[in-house]
């Protein structure tokens, strides 16, 4: 089974949800993590929201990317720019794509999460399976 790590600055919606949505969909193929720069601390209620109204039930935390330095993965995902600025290299044999999501938290606007996640269902399967 392929590894993949989502990486985005809290961790607490876009790489959530992207870790959620691959576990979920593609999780014959692969295994999702998700992690971040400065964590907030907490998975946004309407991250989740989002995910179970297509059926996705998820239970992570937010997590400091540092707790995943020493897991090897197939593929390191960064989901916004400021992840992508903060993590230049990652120590690792992972190759690295960048794929910039909006984050949703900004407008706090139910509408937006979905938008982030139907975007995201569109685009996952596309960049874990063919950046390896």
Request: net charge negative.
């Amino acid at each position: 089974m392929k590894r993949v790590l989502f990486l985005c600055t809290g961790n607490s919606c876009r790489s959530q949800m992207a870790e959620a949505i691959v576990n979920a969909r593609m999780g014959g193929e692969w295994q999702a993590v998700s992690a971040g720069t400065k964590p907030a601390g907490y998975v946004h209620p309407k991250a989740l929201e989002a995910l179970s109204e297509i059926g996705i039930q998820h239970s992570g935390r937010s997590k400091l990317a540092d707790e995943f330095r020493s897991v090897e993965f197939d593929l390191v995902v960064t989901v916004c720019d400021s992840a992508a600025e903060e993590c230049p290299i990652w120590l690792g044999k992972g190759k690295r794509v960048h794929h910039s999501f909006p984050d949703p938290a900004h407008t706090d606007d139910m509408n937006d999460f979905r938008a982030v996640r139907d975007d995201m269902l569109r685009v996952l399967p596309e960049i874990c399976d063919t950046k390896l």
